[in-house]
């Protein structure tokens, strides 16, 4: 999250790691001992305008189909926009190995992007060694004059999602099939069972971490897991469409992640948040070619782009469409806040009043869940 999160979110960052080796896309050279990443296109005689080198630093591979994919998508439109080739290296654990293929491409490149949450420190560390270069860190909470942090307000998408899931339940139980108990997927399940409950106040949201961000064989397990309890809507925030898969296997209503899944359970789709992080990295890497970028938590709206909803699915009456719509248009007004009280947690412990927003802050902070999950957040 951004640096206005709270404190204990760094401990929880502990927890994120991954078991993956680093590769490189097709068009591009991954950084090692004896490759360096490519150059950028040159400027074209009328401008004389030298442009920046970038890299993108991925957790996983566009293949993902979800979060990865979907930051991949962001850089081929700056890279259409700018006339710039970035350098991407991909599938890059948290940790150690994160840390060195940041300092090998801070010696090339001018601005760099980072896009999991594990790589915060990593970040940190080799932006205090190139102060002349630009990091940008996707989902962390830690800034420096040279290192900024982005992400978007997915939970404004997340209660759209989740009214259309409260109208498509027959039983009132959804299943949630967390990533990692870190704010930014708390909050998520948070609006998720808000916009549940706004159209269906009986409906329980039960609650798995499979403690992964792309690992198909154990979310699909969690997945099971709560499909054997009898949950009629399922929902999950990981990169691999896994989940929705195994709904689609028992008939069940899926929910996906990061980008349109509708493909891979047609059926019984329902629709996910979505990323748009192209105008994003077009606006940033623009900036800091006209000398005016500076560091900063962005912190994006549904009404900026960088968030939104997949299309619903083909099965979703034109009625839950409509009501859906409706609700994404008074969001966009800015005539609705996701998190207004009334909001009580799920010991029954009022949080915050009604009538009362919570802040930034606040939303950055949450390591709680509200009332109606079933489910426990580690600590």
Sequence with gaps: MRKLMLSVTAVLLVILSACSTS??????????????PSSTTAASPATEKKLPKVAFV???????????????????????ELGIKA???????????????????????DIIFGTSFGYMDAMVAVAQKHPNVKFLHATGYKTAPNLGTYMGREYQSAYLVGMAAGK??????????????????IYTINAFTLGAQSVNPNIDVS????NTWFDPATEKQAAIS?????????????DSPASIQAAAERKVWGIGNDSDMGRFAPDTYISNPKWNWGPYYVKTVKSVMDGTWKSEAYFGNMKEGITDIAPLGKNVPADVKGLVEKKKQEILSGAFEV????????????????????TDEEILGTTWFVKGI???IPK
Excluded at 58 to 80: A, F, N, S
Excluded at 87 to 109: C, M
């Design 23 to 36: 590769t490189s896309t097709n068009s591009t050279t991954a950084p090692s001992s004896s490759a360096a």
């Design 168 to 185: 498509m339940t027959k039983n009132n139980h959804l299943g949630y099939v967390g990533a990692f108990p870190i704010p930014e997927v």
């Design 339 to 358: 998190f207004q009280g009334p909001i009580v947690d799920q010991d029954g412990k009022t949080r915050f009043e009604s009538g009362k927003k919570m």
């Design 58 to 80: 991925y957790i996983g591979v566009p293949g993902d189909g979800g979060w990865t994919y979907e930051h991949d998508q962001g850089r081929l439109m700056m890279e259409k």
């Design 226 to 238: 709560l499909l054997d309890k009898g949950v009629d809507v399922l929902a999950a925030y990981q």
């Design 374 to 376: 079933k489910g426990v």
């Design 87 to 109: 350098t991407t290296v991909e599938n890059i654990p948290e940790g150690p190995d994160a840390e060195r293929v940041f300092e090998e491409l801070a010696q090339k490149n």
């Design 207 to 210: 609650v798995v971490w499979s």
